[in-house]
């Protein structure tokens, strides 16, 4: 039995709140100490009155903003008329949002689900089925690249090579073929009659922000296409927007026959995802093959297609490509000055730091104490990725306050 009282939100200091989440969240994590209280545009607050520029933005699903305008007032008119209904029965918001999600993919169907490894689930057994029953093949097997990150499902860790995501996790799912990521011979050598897909990451996240060689996706998806294998596209944390194009993959000027969404689709405000593609795919799922309670919620919905209204406009694409440049600009000089490497694309960047320095975890923590939230991934790589309304003054700020926490 517990003997920690439950602090009172808005009254109880950082520490008290802390301490309690502590001995009561799961350790599934390991947090920054700093307990967020409010948010607007790239800036959030602390329950000190703190402000931090947040440099994460929840993993790209804050790519809009903290509070966007046009998206919370989708919420709220929709939080005070219709919220759910399950797929049990046809709402009100479905219709646009799955027609303007599909056109702005360029492709025919939508399959609605809540979180990323939902979306991930969803095309894997999509990639079985339509294997299964259009090309005929018993033993489905989906290619997948090392470093890859696509959730955190039984399954999804069957194919991860991070043994901390598997440890006593077994056993697992099989079916999963591995290939180094960037390597399209690899790839290539590695489809067999039995391959049903490849599933990739359009730029790894989680494995350091990791772009891929110029000609690697037009490459592969030559080898899939002349093969009849599908080509899954995981842009849950690249896509909406982050790299500069809608979808990451578009700078290879490539169209994957699925792209996973996720993140950014629910707008910062709820959960959604999904898996867009072509009918002759999708189709292969039918009533009670695959579902979900929440997905594609009314509320789900009225944010995600107000999302997609953001993004037809352009503008933060446009933003993304702008600001990009002068983050990378900036980063890339300090290569040299604490700065072992710099990755990336758009406001999207991996900042290798120098052994010398510091683990990315010490660095984030002195950013922190800066103003900056920001997130170390592997020990070495400091991830940046702003929310796309961050301004030029904000981007030139920020990488001043890099400079100054690398040298200590
Ligand atoms: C590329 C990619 N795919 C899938 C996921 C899983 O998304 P979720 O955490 O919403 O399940 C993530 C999460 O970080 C991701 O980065």
Request: glycine share 10%; proline share 4%; charged share 20%.
């Amino acid at each position: 039995m517990s003997t920690v009282t439950a602090p009172t939100t808005g009254t109880a200091s950082a520490a008290e709140q802390i301490a309690a989440i502590e001995a009561h969240a799961a350790h599934n994590y390991h947090p920054l100490e700093v307990v967020i209280a409010r948010g607007e545009g790239a800036w959030v607050t602390d329950v000190d009155g703190r402000r931090y520029l947040d440099c994460l933005a929840a993993y790209s699903a804050v790519n809009f903003g903290h509070g966007h305008p046009a998206l919370l007032a989708a919420a709220h008119e929709q939080l005070d008329r219709l919220t759910l209904t399950s797929r049990a029965f046809h709402h009100d918001r479905m219709a646009e949002f799955v027609t303007e999600l599909a056109a702005l993919a360029g492709k025919d169907v939508v399959v609605p689900m809540n979180t990323g490894a939902e979306a991930v689930e969803t095309a894997i057994k999509v990639a079985r089925k339509h294997a299964s029953q259009v090309r005929g093949i018993a033993v489905p097997e989906i290619v997948v690249a090392s470093g890859n990150f696509h959730g955190r499902t039984t399954t999804i860790v069957s194919f991860s090579d991070d043994a901390l995501a598997r440890e006593g996790y077994g056993p697992f799912t099989p079916g999963f073929v591995t290939v180094p990521y960037g390597d399209a011979d690899a790839l290539a050598a590695a489809l067999t009659e039995n391959t049903a897909a490849v599933l990739l990451e359009s730029i790894q996240g989680e494995a350091g922000v990791v772009v891929p060689p110029p000609d690697y996706f037009a490459r592969v998806r030559a080898v899939t296409a002349e093969r009849g294998v599908l080509l899954i596209a995981d842009e849950i944390q690249s896509g909406l927007a982050r790299t500069g194009e809608t979808f990451a993959i578009s700078h290879d000027g490539v169209e994957p026959d699925m792209y996973l969404l996720g993140k950014a689709l629910g707008g910062g405000i709820v959960p959604v995802s999904a898996v867009v593609g072509d009918a002759d795919v999708l189709g292969v799922l039918t009533p009670g093959t695959h579902g979900s309670t929440f997905g594609g919620n009314p509320l789900a919905a009225a944010v995600a297609t107000a999302v997609v209204r953001l993004l037809r406009t352009g503008e933060y694409q446009e933003r993304s490509r702008v600001l990009g440049e002068q983050l990378h600009t900036g980063l890339h000089a300090l290569v040299g000055h604490g700065v072992s490497a710099v990755r990336g694309r758009g406001l999207w960047a991996g900042v290798d730091i120098d052994p010398a320095v510091g683990t990315a975890r010490d660095v984030a923590l002195r950013l922190m104490a800066r103003g900056v939230l920001a997130k170390d991934t592997h020990t070495r790589t400091l991830r940046l990725a702003p929310p796309l309304v961050v301004s030029a003054d904000e981007v030139k700020w920020l990488l001043e306050q890099l400079r100054e926490a690398l040298e200590g």
